[in-house]
């Protein structure tokens, strides 16, 4: 096939894959225009135009044809790697991530955008529509992303130091500065944050920790072999992403609060109906100020049955924040 027919076909298929889908079409004629604006020294025809049109078919970009009035056909490409909803779903996913700048966003919205036809693709929320991201070193963040997942992927044991900002908004190093020696198992992202999931070596402890809060992260040459880890336990009890002593509890909530709890715990939450008001929820969780302080945000509709000791743990904060409000020193 001679180069201009090679370059009138890809200029075919670049013209159905950006403005036709589902919803909108175009006759041999609007197409064989399009082609002239860009093509003009070439000689084009209908005939010429309709066979492209199978060749393409035939290398599977799948061209629907539908008949209209008057038996004039109309073509249009459906077929797309992903689904519109899919695209939403990875646009909604980029507007809420906090550690994302918006100038990002606005680059991998336009990537996302060119995978679908450009009447598709104005539907796709705009991330002028959102506020601006949280003050954080991204490229610092994409960094990271890049260095824990290659560890992962080759079983190798990273070291970094590990802070957080003071009140003077300045970084301060944990254990002085020390590294972390750290086996990455897994990197998710949980309330707006990404972690990393691994085995401090030191402590022979598997913990978490925020990507963001990381500093001179190193992939180092020593590699490890993963010991036997539940991704999804570990998860689901490290409440809020806060580490502590695994407990088991028991929390009377009130009736409303059904979905709240089984959004935070899952669909396989013992749950059980006590009376007419309330329930009685029974579980693993790690006792965090992660965990008290949710269990606080339900004041009276949410009370602490066992163990004990928790029990006792939130009689003193509330008797803690009713002093607070109970006294005129500041």
Known sequence: ???????????????????????????????????????????????????????????????VTNKGKFGKNYYSHQTRLFETYQLRLMVDAILSAKFITTKEKKLLIEKLKQLTSKQI????????????????????????????????????????????????????????????????????????????IGRFIKTDEVRHYRLDRMRNIHLTNERFIKKDFDLNE??????????????RIKIRFHLHLVNVVLDRFGHDANIKQLD?????????????????????????????????YVVQEMRERIQQMAALYMTDND
């Open 121 to 196: 693709a104005k539907t796709l929320p705009e991330p002028v529509l959102f506020s601006q991201s949280a003050n954080i070193d991204y490229e610092l963040v994409k960094l990271n992303i890049d260095f824990v997942h290659r560890a992962i992927a080759e079983k190798k044991i990273l070291t970094y130091q590990y802070g957080k900002f003071n009140v003077d908004k300045k970084f301060e190093y944990n254990r002085n500065g020390d590294l972390y020696y750290v086996e990455p198992y897994a990197l998710i992202w949980q309330n707006d944050y990404y972690y990393l």
């Open 276 to 308: 007419d008001k309330h329930f009685l929820l029974t579980t693993k969780a790690k006792l965090s100020d992660g965990l008290i302080n949710w269990i606080l945000t339900w004041g009276h509709k949410a009370k602490v049955i066992e163990p004990e």
């Open 1 to 63: 096939m001679e180069r201009s027919s090679n370059y009138r076909l890809l200029k075919i298929r670049e013209i159905l894959f950006q403005q036709t889908d589902d919803q909108n079409e175009m006759g041999i004629s609007e197409l064989v225009d399009k082609l002239r604006e860009l093509m003009p020294e070439r000689q084009l025809d209908h005939r010429t135009i309709k066979k492209d049109l199978e060749t393409l078919d035939d290398m599977d970009f799948e061209i």
């Open 234 to 247: 570990y998860v689901n009890q490290s409440f809020h992403m806060f580490a502590g002593e695994e407990i």
